[in-house]
T-cell receptor, first 109, second 115 residues
Framework: GQNIDQPTEMTATEGAIVQINCTYQTSGFNGLFWYQQHAGEAPTFLSYNVLDGLEEKGRFSSFLSRSKGYSYLLLKELQMKDSASYLCAVLDSNYQLIWGAGTKLIIKP | ETGVTQTPRHLVMGMTNKKSLKCEQHLGHNAMYWYKQSAKKPLELMFVYNFKEQTENNSVPSRFSPECPNSSHLFLHLHTLQPEDSALYLC??????????????FGEGSRLTVL
């Protein structure tokens, strides 16, 4: 079966750095997405990785290792507004999106 | 005006009621999706429409009935639901489904409670 694993919840301090991991076992791979979802709001696109390596976008970076079936989302200089759920999703060989259950990130002052 | 708009935002219904959820997208996309989001569970894809044609129906019970009259509008008709159907129902759109879903644009969801 296909599976995406990510931690259920993480806590970090304002101004710090946090890394949210995502591991996957899927039938093929056509890219990995990260979405952010604030409570009561729509998920919004953060990043897309299809090649190995690090993609940086401001305070957020996303890393992919296809050989290890592993990705992480790195958030720097954390702000209170970064408190949200972060969803990892993989596009499989049939171009179906397989979703993780999401990681709830709590930022403390 | 947001890209994808869902109404109502909140809905409480009894098990014998009939109601509908509405989704409208103003992005010119050709694909629209219904997802179910339950607490601490992955998003569950329910239906996909590509150019108004249903291309995916992930074994969803018949008490959920989708309708896509045009590329900008999507409905989810609900009848004789069960309490376990209580969840957040998210609508999304994308330019197309062929060659990959690409980035999805989500609405804020309709929070459904079935009593």
């Amino acid at each position: 079966g296909q599976n995406i694993d990510q931690p259920t919840e993480m806590t970090a301090t304002e101004g710090a750095i946090v890394q949210i991991n995502c591991t996957y076992q899927t039938s093929g791979f056509n890219g990995l997405f990260w979405y952010q979802q604030h409570a009561g709001e729509a998920p919004t696109f953060l990043s897309y990785n299809v090649l190995d390596g690090l993609e940086e976008k401001g305070r957020f970076s996303s890393f992919l290792s296809r050989s290890k079936g592993y990705s992480y989302l790195l958030l720097k200089e954390l702000q209170m507004k970064d408190s949200a759920s972060y969803l990892c999703a993989v596009l499989d060989s049939n171009y179906q999106l397989i979703w993780g259950a999401g990681t709830k990130l709590i930022i403390k002052p | 005006e947001t890209g994808v708009t869902q109404t109502p935002r909140h809905l409480v219904m009894g098990m014998t009621n009939k109601k509908s959820l509405k989704c409208e997208q103003h992005l010119g996309h050709n694909a629209m999706y219904w997802y179910k989001q339950s607490a601490k569970k992955p998003l569950e894809l329910m239906f996909v429409y590509n150019f108004k044609e249903q291309t995916e129906n992930n074994s969803v019970p018949s008490r959920f009935s989708p309708e896509c009259p045009n590329s900008s509008h999507l409905f989810l008709h609900l009848h004789t639901l069960q309490p376990e159907d209580s969840a957040l129902y998210l609508c999304a759109s994308s330019p197309a489904t062929s060659g990959g879903a690409g980035e999805l644009f989500f609405g804020e969801g309709s929070r459904l409670t079935v009593l």
